[in-house]
């Protein structure tokens, strides 16, 4: 069992920027990929960004050149640095972990909303 916690959530304004964090209870070194979703309201989650324990990524069309999702293998820590943030970017973000292709857990969530 991995345990996820996000953090790092919030309101800002359109053009600002956040940081999110997930802490994981797992060494980062031993996943297979781990990543960051979202879930706006009345929407699918849909994916955000992903790192592979390569450091291989992937981004959504709609962040690329926006966000970068990244890790602390020291703190066990995935983030998510989200700049030029857009209404459109308001939702609820998901920290997921994957320890192989089929074996993946899920945080809580943090919500962060974009307005003026």
């Known amino acids: 069992q991995v345990q996820l916690v996000e953090s790092g959530g919030g309101l800002v304004q359109p053009g600002g920027s956040l940081r999110l964090s997930c802490a994981a209870s797992a060494r980062l070194e031993s996943v297979y990929a781990m990543g960051w979703y979202r879930q706006a309201p009345g929407k699918q989650r849909e994916l955000v960004a992903t790192l592979t324990s390569i450091g291989l990524t992937n981004y959504a069309a709609s962040v690329k050149g926006r966000f970068t999702i990244s890790r602390d293998n020291a703190k066990s820590t995935v983030y998510l640095q989200m700049n030029s943030l857009k209404p459109e970017d308001t939702a609820v973000y998901y920290c997921?972990?994957?320890?192989?292709?089929?074996?993946?857990?899920w945080g809580r969530g943090t919500q962060v909303t974009v307005s003026s």
């Open positions: 997921n972990v994957a320890l192989t292709a089929t074996i993946t857990y």
